[in-house]
Nanobody
Framework: QVQVVESGGGLVQAGGSLRLSCSVS????????AGWYRQAPGKARELVAN???????TYGDSVKGRFTISRDNAKNTVDLQMNSLKPEDTGVYYC??????????WGPGTQVTVSS
């Protein structure tokens, strides 16, 4: 069973930066689309960014130009560098690794709070 574990969340002031890290177990990570999603209270979960096995990123419109996703297939990790944080970036951030429709794994989430 693949395990997904996030780290790096916390409390930061608006304009600040945080870096989230995600570690994914198993041998299929290098073939998987990996990404970050977030869910704010009372809102649906939304895509923040994902990255293809070859490193091609996709970003949600609200984070373009501020966040950067990266992966290391040798270490089975996917990171999210978040700069110029805004209060509306507050939420629980989840890491996801998708290999096939039946091999779709989520982490438990990490809280990010941006104060104004």
């Amino acid at each position: 069973q693949v395990q997904v574990v996030e780290s790096g969340g916390g409390l930061v002031q608006a304009g600040g930066s945080l870096r989230l890290s995600c570690s994914v177990s198993g041998s299929t990570f290098k073939y998987s689309v990996a990404g970050w999603y977030r869910q704010a209270p009372g809102k649906a979960r939304e895509l923040v960014a994902n990255v293809s096995p070859l490193g091609n990123p996709t970003y949600g419109d609200s984070v373009k130009g501020r966040f950067t996703i990266s992966r290391d297939n040798a270490k089975n990790t996917v990171d999210l560098q978040m700069n110029s944080l805004k209060p509306e970036d507050t939420g629980v951030y989840y890491c996801r690794s998708v290999y096939t429709q039946s091999s779709d794994f989520w982490g438990p989430g990490t809280q990010v709070t941006v104060s104004s």
